[in-house]
Nanobody, 124 residues
Framework: QVQLVESGGGLVQAGGSLRLSCAAS????????MGWFRQIPGKEREIVAS????????KYADSVKGRFTISRDNAKNTMYLQMNSLKSEDTAVYYC?????????????????WGQGTQVTVSS
């Protein structure tokens, strides 16, 4: 049974930082490209960052480029999202998702697996 479990969300002031984690089990983690998505109420889930299976390549949405950093540790079956300089518009539920090769940027509905999400709230 595949599980992706996000953690690390919470309440932070604007300008602050949070580090999200996504712990994977039940799958060969290193076989999958991974991504972080977020959903603001009333909007579709959007991808904000992705990382290839090896960690060699990353992509970011323009809205987070330069502020967020995605990484992974295949030995620990875990992916991370370091979020710095947070803004109120980053407030959302954040999800991690897995996508088989070779897709590196995808719509959430195209994910092979996904987690239940973690809430990030940025107060201004």
């Amino acid at each position: 049974q595949v599980q992706l479990v996000e953690s690390g969300g919470g309440l932070v002031q604007a300008g602050g930082s949070l580090r999200l984690s996504c712990a994977a089990s039940g799958l060969t983690f290193s076989n999958y490209n991974m991504g972080w998505f977020r959903q603001i109420p009333g909007k579709e889930r959007e991808i904000v960052a992705s990382i290839t299976w090896s960690g060699a390549n990353t992509k970011y949405a323009d809205s987070v480029k330069g502020r967020f950093t995605i990484s992974r540790d295949n030995a620990k079956n875990t992916m991370y999202l370091q979020m710095n300089s947070l803004k109120s518009e980053d407030t959302a539920v954040y999800y991690c998702a897995a996508r088989s090769h070779p897709i590196t940027w995808w719509a959430f509905r195209e994910s092979n697996y996904w987690g239940q999400g973690t809430q990030v709230t940025v107060s201004s």
